[in-house]
C-alpha cells in the first residue's frame, strides 16, 4: 500500500508506530531482564482488582 492510497486514520497509524518504534530501539527498556518482586506482583494484582471492582 502507498502513502497516496491511505485514509488520515492510517497514516496516522503508521506514523504512531514507526515513532513508537524508533523510540523503543533509541531509549530501550530500562527494566530488560530485570524480574519483578513477587510483593510488587501482589500490590499490582490488589490495585488491578481494586479499580475492576470500581467500575462494575
Request: charged letters at 40%.
Amino acid at each position: 500500500m502507498q502513502v497516496k492510497d491511505m485514509t488520515v486514520e492510517q497514516l496516522r497509524d503508521l506514523i504512531r508506530h514507526t515513532v513508537e518504534q524508533c523510540l523503543e530501539e533509541y531509549f530501550g527498556d530500562p527494566d530488560s531482564g530485570l524480574e519483578v518482586k513477587e510483593e510488587v506482583k501482589q500490590k499490582l494484582l490488589e490495585s488491578r482488582s481494586a479499580l475492576s471492582k470500581q467500575e462494575k
